[in-house]
Protein backbone atom coordinates (compact mmCIF):
# COMPACT_ATOMS: atom_id res chain seq x y z
CA UNK A 1 0.00 0.00 0.00
CA UNK A 2 2.51 2.54 0.54
CA UNK A 3 4.69 1.47 -2.42
CA UNK A 4 1.38 2.14 -4.09
CA UNK A 5 0.94 5.49 -2.66
CA UNK A 6 4.70 6.55 -3.40
CA UNK A 7 4.68 5.41 -7.21
CA UNK A 8 1.51 7.73 -7.48
CA UNK A 9 2.89 10.87 -5.86
CA UNK A 10 5.64 10.23 -8.40
CA UNK A 11 3.68 9.93 -11.08
CA UNK A 12 1.41 13.38 -10.22
CA UNK A 13 4.27 15.55 -9.31
CA UNK A 14 6.02 14.24 -12.81
CA UNK A 15 2.81 14.85 -14.54
CA UNK A 16 2.45 18.48 -12.80
CA UNK A 17 6.38 19.45 -13.96
CA UNK A 18 5.26 18.76 -17.08
CA UNK A 19 2.72 20.76 -17.78
CA UNK A 20 4.75 23.81 -16.09
CA UNK A 21 7.79 22.94 -18.84
CA UNK A 22 5.26 22.90 -21.77
CA UNK A 23 3.62 26.45 -20.63
CA UNK A 24 3.87 29.22 -23.41
CA UNK A 25 4.98 32.71 -21.81
CA UNK A 26 2.41 35.50 -22.33
CA UNK A 27 3.82 38.76 -23.64
CA UNK A 28 2.19 42.36 -24.06
CA UNK A 29 1.03 42.73 -27.46
CA UNK A 30 -0.23 46.23 -27.00
CA UNK A 31 -3.38 47.68 -26.41
CA UNK A 32 -6.24 49.61 -28.40
CA UNK A 33 -7.59 52.73 -26.71
CA UNK A 34 -11.13 54.01 -28.13
CA UNK A 35 -13.05 57.30 -27.81
CA UNK A 36 -15.87 58.19 -29.41
CA UNK A 37 -19.08 60.09 -29.28
CA UNK A 38 -22.45 58.01 -29.03
CA UNK A 39 -24.57 58.33 -31.67
CA UNK A 40 -24.65 60.94 -34.44
CA UNK A 41 -23.41 64.41 -32.15
CA UNK A 42 -23.60 67.86 -33.66
CA UNK A 43 -21.30 70.31 -32.90
CA UNK A 44 -21.38 74.24 -33.49
CA UNK A 45 -17.34 73.67 -34.04
CA UNK A 46 -15.67 70.71 -35.79
CA UNK A 47 -13.75 68.75 -33.45
CA UNK A 48 -10.08 68.39 -34.39
CA UNK A 49 -7.98 64.84 -33.80
CA UNK A 50 -6.45 64.79 -30.19
CA UNK A 51 -9.86 66.89 -28.88
CA UNK A 52 -11.55 64.43 -27.56
CA UNK A 53 -10.64 63.90 -23.68
CA UNK A 54 -11.22 61.53 -21.11
CA UNK A 55 -12.27 64.32 -18.90
CA UNK A 56 -15.87 62.61 -18.06
CA UNK A 57 -13.79 59.92 -15.66
CA UNK A 58 -14.93 57.59 -18.01
CA UNK A 59 -14.67 54.10 -17.21
CA UNK A 60 -13.30 51.68 -19.86
CA UNK A 61 -15.06 48.69 -21.38
CA UNK A 62 -12.98 46.04 -22.68
CA UNK A 63 -13.49 44.60 -26.31
CA UNK A 64 -11.42 41.04 -26.15
CA UNK A 65 -10.13 39.68 -29.71
CA UNK A 66 -8.73 36.82 -31.05
CA UNK A 67 -5.07 36.98 -31.92
CA UNK A 68 -5.69 36.64 -35.04
CA UNK A 69 -8.28 39.68 -35.37
CA UNK A 70 -6.67 41.92 -33.29
CA UNK A 71 -3.46 41.30 -35.57
CA UNK A 72 -5.53 41.84 -38.82
CA UNK A 73 -6.83 45.27 -37.05
CA UNK A 74 -3.04 46.06 -36.10
CA UNK A 75 -1.64 45.21 -39.69
CA UNK A 76 -4.51 47.60 -40.81
CA UNK A 77 -3.38 50.25 -39.15
CA UNK A 78 0.57 49.67 -39.89
CA UNK A 79 0.05 49.79 -43.72
CA UNK A 80 -2.05 52.97 -43.99
CA UNK A 81 -0.23 55.23 -46.72
CA UNK A 82 -0.59 59.21 -46.25
CA UNK A 83 -3.02 61.26 -48.69
CA UNK A 84 -1.71 63.29 -50.86
CA UNK A 85 -4.51 66.01 -49.92
CA UNK A 86 -3.02 66.87 -46.48
CA UNK A 87 -4.70 70.16 -46.60
CA UNK A 88 -8.01 68.52 -45.14
CA UNK A 89 -7.02 67.61 -41.98
CA UNK A 90 -8.69 70.56 -40.79
CA UNK A 91 -11.87 69.94 -42.09
CA UNK A 92 -12.27 66.48 -40.89
CA UNK A 93 -14.80 66.83 -37.54
CA UNK A 94 -13.17 63.67 -35.73
CA UNK A 95 -15.97 61.38 -33.93
CA UNK A 96 -13.54 58.45 -32.82
CA UNK A 97 -10.43 58.83 -31.42
CA UNK A 98 -8.09 55.95 -31.42
CA UNK A 99 -4.51 55.80 -29.28
CA UNK A 100 -2.70 52.43 -30.15
CA UNK A 101 0.11 51.21 -27.95
CA UNK A 102 2.65 49.09 -29.51
CA UNK A 103 4.71 46.29 -26.89
CA UNK A 104 7.81 48.00 -27.77
CA UNK A 105 6.26 51.48 -26.51
CA UNK A 106 6.01 52.90 -29.48
CA UNK A 107 2.15 54.77 -30.07
CA UNK A 108 -0.14 56.32 -32.59
CA UNK A 109 -2.74 58.43 -32.43
CA UNK A 110 -5.74 57.98 -35.46
CA UNK A 111 -8.84 59.80 -35.74
CA UNK A 112 -11.72 59.51 -37.66
CA UNK A 113 -15.01 61.78 -38.50
CA UNK A 114 -18.53 60.83 -39.95
CA UNK A 115 -17.92 60.62 -43.16
CA UNK A 116 -14.24 58.64 -43.04
CA UNK A 117 -11.72 61.28 -42.98
CA UNK A 118 -9.16 59.05 -42.00
CA UNK A 119 -5.86 60.93 -39.24
CA UNK A 120 -2.98 59.27 -38.46
CA UNK A 121 -0.47 60.98 -36.01
CA UNK A 122 -1.81 64.51 -37.31
CA UNK A 123 -1.42 63.65 -40.85
CA UNK A 124 -4.06 63.10 -43.21
CA UNK A 125 -4.33 58.96 -44.46
CA UNK A 126 -5.79 57.66 -47.71
CA UNK A 127 -9.28 56.17 -47.09
CA UNK A 128 -9.26 52.79 -45.74
CA UNK A 129 -12.83 51.51 -45.73
CA UNK A 130 -12.18 48.45 -44.08
CA UNK A 131 -9.75 49.57 -41.19
CA UNK A 132 -12.87 51.57 -40.28
CA UNK A 133 -15.18 49.44 -40.43
CA UNK A 134 -12.94 47.18 -38.54
CA UNK A 135 -12.10 50.19 -35.46
CA UNK A 136 -15.90 50.88 -35.37
CA UNK A 137 -17.33 47.41 -35.04
CA UNK A 138 -14.96 46.50 -32.76
CA UNK A 139 -15.43 49.31 -30.36
CA UNK A 140 -19.68 49.24 -30.75
CA UNK A 141 -19.83 52.35 -32.34
CA UNK A 142 -22.36 50.96 -34.83
CA UNK A 143 -24.59 50.18 -31.83
CA UNK A 144 -25.22 54.06 -30.43
CA UNK A 145 -26.95 54.66 -33.91
CA UNK A 146 -30.35 53.66 -34.54
CA UNK A 147 -30.71 50.92 -37.46
CA UNK A 148 -31.92 53.82 -40.57
CA UNK A 149 -29.30 55.79 -38.87
CA UNK A 150 -26.92 53.53 -40.41
CA UNK A 151 -25.64 56.24 -42.87
CA UNK A 152 -21.92 54.87 -43.29
CA UNK A 153 -20.43 54.59 -46.61
CA UNK A 154 -18.43 51.18 -45.29
CA UNK A 155 -21.33 49.89 -44.29
CA UNK A 156 -22.66 49.74 -47.75
CA UNK A 157 -19.61 47.86 -48.83
CA UNK A 158 -19.05 44.99 -46.16
CA UNK A 159 -22.61 45.44 -44.29
CA UNK A 160 -23.94 46.20 -40.92
CA UNK A 161 -22.32 43.79 -38.37
CA UNK A 162 -23.81 40.23 -37.24
CA UNK A 163 -23.47 41.31 -33.74
CA UNK A 164 -25.18 45.09 -34.46
CA UNK A 165 -27.35 46.01 -31.69
CA UNK A 166 -29.44 48.91 -31.05
CA UNK A 167 -28.16 50.74 -27.99
CA UNK A 168 -30.01 54.34 -28.95
CA UNK A 169 -30.44 56.41 -25.91
CA UNK A 170 -33.24 58.77 -25.79
CA UNK A 171 -32.08 62.49 -26.45
CA UNK A 172 -33.10 65.78 -24.69
CA UNK A 173 -32.18 68.69 -26.93
CA UNK A 174 -30.40 66.34 -29.34
CA UNK A 175 -27.92 65.55 -26.24
CA UNK A 176 -27.87 62.02 -24.66
CA UNK A 177 -29.39 62.30 -21.13
CA UNK A 178 -27.37 61.49 -18.30
CA UNK A 179 -26.20 58.97 -16.45
CA UNK A 180 -25.42 57.58 -19.96
CA UNK A 181 -22.59 60.54 -21.00
CA UNK A 182 -21.44 61.47 -24.57
CA UNK A 183 -18.67 59.64 -24.54
CA UNK A 184 -17.59 56.07 -24.23
CA UNK A 185 -14.30 54.35 -23.94
CA UNK A 186 -13.50 50.86 -25.15
CA UNK A 187 -9.78 49.17 -24.60
CA UNK A 188 -9.15 46.87 -27.50
CA UNK A 189 -7.12 43.94 -26.32
CA UNK A 190 -5.82 40.64 -28.33
CA UNK A 191 -7.22 37.82 -26.17
CA UNK A 192 -4.11 35.17 -25.67
CA UNK A 193 -4.80 31.34 -25.67
CA UNK A 194 -2.12 29.72 -22.95
CA UNK A 195 -1.44 26.11 -24.25
CA UNK A 196 0.79 23.50 -22.48
CA UNK A 197 2.46 20.40 -24.70
Not at 2 to 25: D, E, M, P, R
Not at 85 to 98: A, F, G, M, S, T
Request: hydrophobic share 30%.
Amino acid sequence: MKALVIITLIIFLGLNTKSYQGSKHITNKGSIEVLFYKGDVETVVSIKCGEIKNTYALKSDTSLLTEGKYDELIGKIKSLKESEDNKDVENCDVRIQVKVKYENGITHEICIDGFNCLIKDGKKMKRDDYLIYLIRNYSGYYNYFSKSDLYFDELKKIGIPNDYRDLTIKRKNGLPNPPEGLLKKIIILPRIVVRTK
